[in-house]
């Protein structure tokens, strides 16, 4: 486990950006029964999600993040001098999507400018670079950003992934704040378990084919998905989490020297209702301090911390808060953190 811990550095504003195209699940009844959908929603708590329009994509969601959070907190661009972009759908292979918002946003060309290639997690650990280039003496501000277009790469054809993931995009300021405290991070990685979400084909271990781009049924169920759509063994992934972000948290809590007393909010992973409310009841957290869009949203992977912050803490985070945010999931990757804020300004969110 990697220990982080950073003093007077804070998150300025936060904006998000999902797209308009709203999927109201219980009548996204194409491919199955409205009973086998009526029990896929009541099971995992999903009402409602937004899918990206043809040709939509995560930068365009995280662009019209990063204009509002511009706009609304009067920053000049100047002042950006990392840019990085958290995201498992970029635009393209190459070059690196940061590289294209970069440009599209106006920053200047002295501004550096990166991805980070990770899913439920991603945020935290962006985040932690983040608040580690942040703390560099010559940095002004960081700006974070982090979309998914989820909806693009599970089969609905799959009733185990069809109903779930929904597209969205965040952007964030980052900057050293004199008096907002300490900040604790802890990164963990397990890849052994990296074949429990996965997408086998299209990237260079197995190439796009005429075969990888094929309808298969894949299950005695009768679920059916290419090689290039997502798959997830759901039962393994939940005994992942109840094995290991109990433990993770406690460790972290030890590390950072405080107790779940001391939290305003927690933020967890919008894994599903289902694992939410396990957590809930593992920590004997009160329902009311875990804000959640897992019905609004579904799970928007990395970006379903910062898109629950944006949409449910509006108008709560005045004056000095402390914020216990937990994403886990593909690779395996579980991270957790605890962050400090002081009038946090988090801008409406953007339809697109």
């Given at each position: ?17 999902v797209p308009e ?104 650990y962006g985040l ?101 759509q997502g798959y ?121």
């Amino acid at each position: 486990m990697a220990n982080l811990e950073f003093n007077d550095i804070g998150i300025l504003g936060m904006a998000g950006a999902v797209p308009e195209n709203k999927i109201i699940n219980r009548e996204y009844t194409e491919h199955f029964a409205k009973e086998a959908v009526d029990e896929i929603v009541d099971k995992t708590g999903v009402e409602e999600r937004r899918f990206a329009l043809e040709g939509q994509t995560a930068s365009d969601l995280c662009y019209a993040a990063a204009e509002k959070l511009i706009e609304d907190n009067e920053i000049d661009k100047s002042e950006i001098d990392i840019l990085l972009f958290v995201s498992q759908t970029p635009d393209y292979r190459m070059p690196a999507t940061s590289l294209c918002l970069q440009h599209r946003l106006g920053l200047a060309k002295s501004t550096a400018a990166f991805d980070i290639n990770l899913g439920c997690s991603g945020f935290v650990y962006g985040l932690s670079v983040a608040y580690a280039y942040a703390n560099m003496p010559g940095v002004n501000k960081v700006m974070l950003l982090d979309g998914e277009t989820r909806s693009k790469v599970y089969s609905p054809k799959d009733r185990k992934t069809g109903f779930i993931f929904g597209d969205a995009g965040v952007a964030a300021i980052i900057q050293k704040q004199e008096g907002v405290g300490k900040s604790y991070f802890s990164l963990n990685s397990d890849g052994s378990k990296s074949d429990l979400i996965k997408i086998d084909a299209g990237g260079y271990r197995q190439p796009s084919s005429l075969d990888t781009v094929k309808e298969k049924v894949v299950d005695k169920n009768g679920n059916i998905r290419t090689d290039e759509q997502g798959y997830m063994n759901g039962a393994d992934v939940f005994n992942f989490v109840l094995r290991e972000i109990p433990k993770n948290s406690k460790q972290t809590l030890k590390f950072a020297d405080k107790s779940l007393e001391d939290f305003d909010y927690f933020v967890f992973h919008q894994a599903n209702k289902f694992m939410n409310d396990y957590l809930i009841k593992k920590f004997k957290l009160n329902s009311a301090q875990v804000p959640s869009t897992i019905s609004k949203y579904g799970n928007t992977s990395s970006v379903s911390i910062p898109i629950t912050i944006v949409d449910q803490l509006k108008e709560k985070l005045e004056g000095q808060k402390q914020l216990f945010l937990c994403g886990f999931g593909v690779g395996m990757s579980w991270a957790t953190s605890f962050i400090p804020t002081h009038n946090l300004k988090i801008s409406d969110i953007v339809e697109i």
